[in-house]
């Protein structure tokens, strides 16, 4: 018998009133994985997961946690553990009263509860703050708590909605390997939402790109980078975004002309349809400065960002182009620069529809 | 800017309470004065003998002590329903948002502004037809529900959108039924509201009039406030008792106010959070 996935949507759909919430979506979650939900803010990553946890009903469709269809079972009948964007710490308890909370619900023997509270606080460094109350920790041990509120149950299934989103930057990307540090400890299924793709391609085994209220595009990080099926995917993923110009496909199907000064033709690693109007997504980070003698795009710096690390080069002005370069650039700005990319990194996109025109290799 | 008032303001200040309390001073002042200092011209503003035997007369004389527990009774009675019923309808207007919610609170308020003295012909109509005058303080608790209702309401319905709805979504997930959660994180923190509104409530009706002299007949079931009006005849001379009995009446409940008085601010102000 192959592994049962741990949670399957089917077709869900859920409407508010005349409002079209989730459209028609399908997501298969294997046991122990690692699952981003990413997507701009109102795009029905929340709702779906509030759905999962049971704390919305779905309009049609199916979910199933471990086989069993959940659709009209109650939160607490699905064991699923939860880590809100506010915590949702209950302020008149104690650090050890929230975290035993859904034990003491279940009737557990204290002894029972005893341990599995000070295992939960030795995972998550809170032994020192078990008797405090909620609103005299920080933020980040408030985050903690949450975390040892889920995993003192052993659910079937975490769900975490946007935790990180009231920490400080520093403290987010501590958590964020702490959480999944955590969760290959526990190794329980966990669906994660965040508007942050940084996250989501950091932490996720799978992650699901939703837009609108549908899936836009799902598979591992590294697919979605290197194979955005659409535009809305290839510009959401990555940091920072990726540049589009729109331009034509060369009558021998093998370059592609772009709408900038100076009309620059940049070869592509396959053939596709000569004359076809297409709009090129060129990473930051795979522009590069070009060598003479070696077909271009020729802008000028408007302006350079240097980190130490890396340099940020913004080019040209309609549209702006941004290089990304491992390289201290001797330029300043104003100074004109000539931009290549290697073939099999020109990503091209149907104009319309938006939708990726072949796949770029590799 | 300091924000400490200035002696012009705090002048002010002063003076309007003064102004504001002094039919309380006057009451306490008349009570120990003699009869016939009571009408003295120039009056006196301190009495000329104290004389605290007038308080065990009245109290005797009176039969205070029926009195004071029919106002107990139906005081506690008012504050225990209007608890029961108003915690759940507030919570009710303060988690749902919907066109029949808004129609509800327009209503209640509507209830706010119609006047006891307005209400009580329909009310006493109504409550002979059902037989309820038959238990007449009972009565009174119901007819006195209705119209503190909307005051409970207003002030416990904000204390529910204080709590956010994100902590009953987690006790729902932590395992808790929709009751469940309620009952257990919703209600201890919503609890000072809860109380201080009651015992405003309580206070309220301790001094309740209208319904009281209107449905209750039987002296023996009368509470203070209708005592203390059978006390004034168009006759009457005896201004220092029926200050006495005033005291006797309103005192407890003023000390009651003036020790919860800090509490009762701060559970008004301030959220259930911090």
Redesign the interface.
């Known amino acids: 018998m192959t592994q049962q996935p741990q949670i399957e949507l089917v077709s869900v759909n859920k409407h508010y009133g005349g409002f079209h919430a989730l459209k028609d979506i399908s997501v298969t979650i294997a046991k122990g994985s690692f699952v981003a939900l990413v997507g701009p803010s109102g795009c029905g990553k929340s709702t779906l997961l509030?759905s999962l946890?049971?704390?919305e009903s779905i309009t049609t469709g199916e979910i199933r946690i471990t086989g069993e269809t959940v659709n009209e079972t109650?939160?607490?009948h699905r064991d699923?553990?939860?880590v809100?964007?506010?915590y949702?710490?209950?302020?008149?308890m104690t650090v050890r009263e929230n975290m035993s909370?859904?034990l003491r619900?279940?009737r557990v023997p204290k002894t029972k509860i005893d341990a599995a509270v000070a295992e939960a606080a030795k995972i998550l460094g809170l032994e020192d703050y078990l008797d405090r109350k909620p609103?005299a920790l920080s933020g980040g041990q408030r985050q903690r708590v949450a975390m040892g509120?889920a995993i003192i149950?052993n659910p079937k299934v975490f769900?975490f909605d946007e935790p990180l989103s009231n920490l400080d930057a520093s403290l987010r990307v501590h958590m964020r390997k702490e959480i999944r540090a955590l969760h290959e400890r526990v190794g329980a299924t966990s669906v994660y939402v965040t508007h942050d793709q940084i996250e989501a391609m950091t932490m996720a085994d799978h992650v699901v790109v939703l837009k609108g209220g549908s899936v836009e595009q799902q598979g591992t990080p590294l697919s979605l980078y290197d194979m955005p099926a659409t535009k809305f995917v290839a510009g959401f993923i990555g940091s920072p975004a990726m540049n589009f110009v729109s331009g034509e496909i060369t009558g021998d199907g093998g370059s592609v002309l772009l709408d900038l000064p100076g009309r620059p033709i940049l070869p592509l690693a396959r053939q596709a349809t000569p004359g076809r109007k297409v709009e090129a997504g060129l990473r930051p980070e795979h522009l590069s400065l070009a060598p003479p003698g070696v077909p271009a795009i020729e802008t000028r710096a408007s302006s350079v960002e240097s980190t130490g690390s890396v340099t940020y080069l913004y080019c040209g002005g309609d549209p702006e182009i941004i290089v990304l370069s491992q390289e201290r650039e001797p330029l300043s700005s104003g100074e004109p620069v000539r931009l290549t990319i290697a073939p099999e990194n020109i990503h091209l996109f149907d104009p319309q529809t938006g939708l990726s025109i072949g796949q770029a290799a590799g | 800017m300091t924000r400490r008032p200035t002696p012009l303001l705090l002048a002010a200040a002063v003076l309007l309470s003064a102004i504001y309390l002094f039919p309380l001073y006057w009451m306490y002042v008349t009570s120990l004065k003699s009869g016939s200092e009571v009408f003295a011209y120039p009056p006196t503003f301190l009495p000329e003998s104290l004389d605290f035997h007038i308080f065990a007369e009245v109290w005797q004389t009176r039969d205070m002590a029926s009195f004071l527990w029919n106002s107990l009774v139906i005081a506690s009675g008012s504050m225990a329903m209007v608890a029961v019923l108003g915690t759940g309808c507030s919570y009710v207007l303060a988690r749902y948002r919907n066109i029949w919610v808004d129609i509800a609170l327009f209503l209640v308020l509507m209830l706010q502004v119609l006047p006891a003295s307005l209400m009580i012909t329909p009310i006493f109509v109504g409550f002979s037809a059902l037989g309820l005058l038959e238990y007449p303080r009972f009565a009174v608790m119901i007819a006195f529900t209705a119209k503190a209702m909307p005051f409970f309401v207003i002030l416990v319905r904000a204390t529910f959108m204080s709590i956010p709805g994100e902590l009953e979504e987690a006790a729902l997930v932590d395992g808790n039924s929709r009751i469940g959660a309620f009952g257990l994180i919703v209600l201890p923190l919503a609890r000072n509201g809860i109380l201080v509104s009651a015992i405003l409530i309580f206070m309220q009706a301790f001094g309740e009039f209208v319904y009281s002299k209107s449905m209750i007949q039987d002296v023996t079931l009368q509470p203070a406030s209708v005592g203390l009006n059978g006390f004034m005849g168009p006759n009457t001379v005896e201004w220092n008792k029926i200050m006495a009995y005033a005291t006797i009446y309103v005192t407890p409940i003023l000390a009651a106010f003036v020790l919860l008085q800090q509490r009762i601010v701060s559970g008004l102000t301030s959220g259930a959070l911090k």
């Open positions: 509030r946890a049971g704390l109650p939160p607490r699923v553990a939860m809100f964007q506010s949702a710490l209950y302020p008149h909370y859904s619900l279940k609103n509120r149950r769900l």
